[in-house]
DNA sequence: TCATGCATGTAAGAGGTTACATGATTCG
DNA sequence: CGAATCATGTAACCTCTTACATGCATGA
């Protein structure tokens, strides 16, 4: 049994398969590839890499120019991520700020749900619009990853599906004071 | 400019808006209302309500049966309330398990992502059928919050979103060694 | 030479989870 | 009387964010 990483780590390990590569290699790789799913901050790479160096998860190799340490993944490190997955993607906690804001809708200042739910409406659209874009590149190169094209189409089900959500809220929602709270 | 909270703090001063609460109703009510999109523990709970009190946001009453200890969002709650609403829901952080399973799927056992997969499909259509029987319960009533039911409704266009998602994704997803892999 | 991008890291604090600990009340 | 539910809280730990600090390399 090797050692136990979290899922953060995983997702580093899972990007170094494809082989060596540094810190600031990685953050640019996640934020590429499922930043809008899986977010991760630099501190949290840099630490997550000392922590799996110490574990022999991975070693780094010389540095290169500016300092760049590429990172190599071992073999406990490839044991490592299987059973991470293995374990499965759990359910993960989910909080949505804007679902918070909705559900408590009734009691924000009249127009400020509405004018929140209009700003939303324009950024998912923008977002959507953006993947569409992206995905007609991948979808051109012969080397794209099915995986990392199947994660897009989440993002452009999810904005789409979000999108046509806020066009059919009833107009009550946003309004002020609706009938069942008065007590 | 009352004392500054987080959305955790502002999501009980939200409920509290309905009337005096003690740390197990809003656990209890966070659950039923917004559970799916809004997690939070008893821990975080009691924590925010004595930080709250301390600041003067909501007030304890009197204990009453079983240690039950009701509180009292004041008039500087409503204030703090009304400033973090006034703050927006900002971007949230979204971290999704599954969908970081799915880009890192040719790195997984063969089967393993398939499996994950169609564990996840028949959770969300579960999923989809409580809501949708959650909604014909709610819809019926006359006196339920529409914010509530627009919430319900946001689940259920995910949900189904989700579903429709897994079933058209391409066979190469989950098989082993896409070609594009080798190196 | 100066701004930008590459590159690594530390420190402090906020936020969130899990396990532990305790006790009252109700219902069967 | 015993199990389930109601009810509060603490402690330890993990994870994540933000701000700070440093320096090299490249190109305009």
Known sequence: MSAEINATAASLLGFLHDGPMTGWDLVARAEQTIGPFWSLTKSQVYRELAYMADHGLVTPG???RRDAKPYTVTDAGRAA??????????EGTIRLPL????????????GLLRSVLSEQRARQAELLK???GL?????????TDPHVLA???????VARATVRWIDRLPPEVGARETPHTRR
């Open 151 to 157: 994660t897009l189409e989440y993002g452009i089900t």
């Open 135 to 143: 995905r007609q590149v991948l979808g051109e190169r012969e080397d």
């Open 81 to 90: 991520f299987a059973e991470w997955a293995a374990r499965g993607p759990g």
């Open 99 to 110: 679902l918070l804001f909705v559900t408590l809708g009734r009691h924000l200042q009249p």
């Open 62 to 64: 010389e540095t290169g």
């Open 130 to 132: 953006q993947y569409l």
